[in-house]
């Protein structure tokens, strides 16, 4: 089945139907595979993760600068708002060293991700480790991607008709809704970091702890110690909602309201990957705010390459699959955000009909 790389997404279908391999499962994949270790791709890019790593710890630090000198003083709303960027900035460098785009060895991918994620903004890498593992290995699989499991948000009409408690009370108007859901997810991502350190899944959970807890006591006793309790309270909430929405942001346009796989469903490898994500095009300020997952489709074939070598990726993955005949989506920013809120508003149908809305 042959799509256009800039069809609008159809009502939900199965991704299976999507396409199936020309030849024996995973043989596409490593005839990719060869042309982009031929091109280079794969190699490790110190200069590019020194001087971003170097940026991000830079801003980090004349944020906290700023917010010292600054004192006691409503400006300061200003400071929450650059580190909640500063923060999702940080974030996504953690995302890199997860992934071990930055180091070769693993310890020191761990070590910079537990001093980026834990200390620095107050998220477990192990927990958020896990969760993307996951993530990675079944993308929009609705029973085993845990970015796709119905919670606070359903992602299928299925799961709409057998949500419970508030994702049923919220479900119908979900769409309406996630932007400002959005302002929850920094505190969200806190709470889920302290309570995965009952997991034993977590690794090194006493240093993940402590690191946390010391992210959490710097913070809070910075607000209160400058700042009256009043600014202080509304500094955090400035920060925390607008690095929630950041996140968010930039997450969503990624496989919100793509084909979604479901039970013994099964795809090659390649299929997996290309068909369940959605690309977003842009120039460099899209790369920078977006931190390179706007080439979603290429990071999830290739998660160890570097982020600055994406977007070179891009045009062999996109000339592989016209070649196999597999569809790769591509589209603006704003109709990436379109295509997830339709795609949400669509599958809250069986709450809305049931509340006759």
């Keep these: 089945m042959t799509l256009s790389p800039d069809a609008p997404v159809a009502p939900r279908r199965s991704a299976v139907d999507a396409g199936t391999p020309r030849s024996g499962a995973g043989s596409d994949f490593a005839e990719l595979s060869r042309r982009i270790a031929a091109a280079g791709l794969l190699k490790r890019s110190p200069g590019y993760y020194t001087a971003r790593l170097a940026g991000v710890a830079g801003a980090y630090a004349a944020g906290w600068g700023a917010f010292f000198v600054l004192g006691d003083t409503w400006w300061q709303l200003a400071v929450a ?38 200390l620095g903004i107050g998220m477990s890498y192990g927990w958020w480790m896990n969760k993307h593992t996951r993530h990675h290995a079944h993308p929009n699989h609705e029973e085993l991607d845990p970015d796709v499991a119905p919670d606070i948000l359903v992602w299928s009409a299925e799961q709409a008709r057998a949500s419970r408690g508030i994702a049923r009370l919220l479900g119908g108007r979900q769409a309406l809704l996630f932007f400002p859901l959005l302002t929850l997810e920094g505190f969200n991502l806190h709470v889920a970091s302290l309570r995965a350190l009952r997991s034993p899944s977590v690794r090194n959970r006493p240093l993940e702890g402590a690191l946390l807890l010391l992210h959490i006591a710097a913070l809070l006793s910075a607000l209160f110690l400058v700042l009256s309790p009043g600014k202080a309270v509304a500094f955090l909430a400035v920060n925390q909602c607008l690095f929630g929405v950041y996140l968010g942001c930039t997450f969503a346009p990624n496989h919100k309201g793509m084909p979604t796989l479901t039970g013994d469903q099964r795809l090659d490898f390649l299929r997996r990957q290309v068909l369940t994500s959605r690309n977003v095009r842009g120039g460099w300020f899209t790369d920078v705010m977006l931190g390179g997952l706007n080439y979603q489709i290429e ?16 045009v062999i993955v996109r000339q592989y699959c016209a070649e196999l005949g597999v569809r790769y989506h591509e ?16 599958v809250g149908e069986p709450l809305r009909q049931r509340r006759g809305v």
């Design 331 to 346: 589209t603006g920013l704003i109709q990436s955000y379109r295509e997830a809120l339709t795609h949400m508003h669509r």
């Design 81 to 118: 708002a650059f580190l909640a960027l500063v923060f999702g900035q940080v974030a996504l460098v953690a995302h890199d060293l997860a992934h071990g785009q930055v180091f070769r060895r693993r310890r020191h991918g761990e070590i910079g991700g537990r001093l980026f994620g834990n």
């Design 299 to 314: 990071h999830h074939l290739f998660p160890g390459m570097p982020t600055v070598r994406l977007r070179r990726a891009r």
